[in-house]
Nanobody, 124 residues
Framework: QLVESGGGLVQPGGSLTLSCVVSGFTLDENAIGWFRQAPGKEREGVSCISATGRTTNYVGSVQGRFTVSKNNAKNTVYLQINNVKPEDTGVYYC???????????????????WGQGTQVTVSV
């Protein structure tokens, strides 16, 4: 199970941190991806972190603004979002992949378990 939290209303240029608390599996054996779906658009992968934590990836539009990290002891993965933009608005999901090496948020079919999502709205 994965449970996201931390979403909300934020002004452009602001920051927020999303959390994904997992249960039923261990983070050191699973990659975690972050995805978002804006109204009327397809879901897109924005970031991922490998099981070892040594590999992180970001889609180009968030590079330099988003940071993914995790705390295995707390069973939690984080997505720090800085300098938010209106186009960051959407429902953010975390998902689990049993991939042991690396991670890829473009390969959504690799992710077996998904959270329910948390809404992020960027507006003045």
């Amino acid at each position: 199970q994965l449970v996201e939290s931390g979403g909300g209303l934020v002004q452009p240029g602001g920051s927020l941190t999303l959390s994904c608390v997992v249960s039923g599996f261990t983070l050191d054996e699973n990659a975690i991806g972050w995805f978002r779906q804006a109204p009327g658009k397809e879901r897109e992968g924005v970031s991922c972190i490998s099981a070892t934590g040594r590999t992180t990836n970001y889609v180009g539009s968030v590079q330099g603004r988003f940071t993914v990290s995790k705390n295995n002891a707390k069973n939690t993965v984080y997505l720090q979002i800085n300098n938010v933009k209106p186009e960051d608005t959407g429902v953010y999901y975390c998902a689990r992949s049993d991939r042991k090496i690396g991670c890829s948020m473009s390969r959504q079919w690799e992710y077996q378990t998904w959270g329910q999502g948390t809404q992020v709205t960027v507006s003045v």
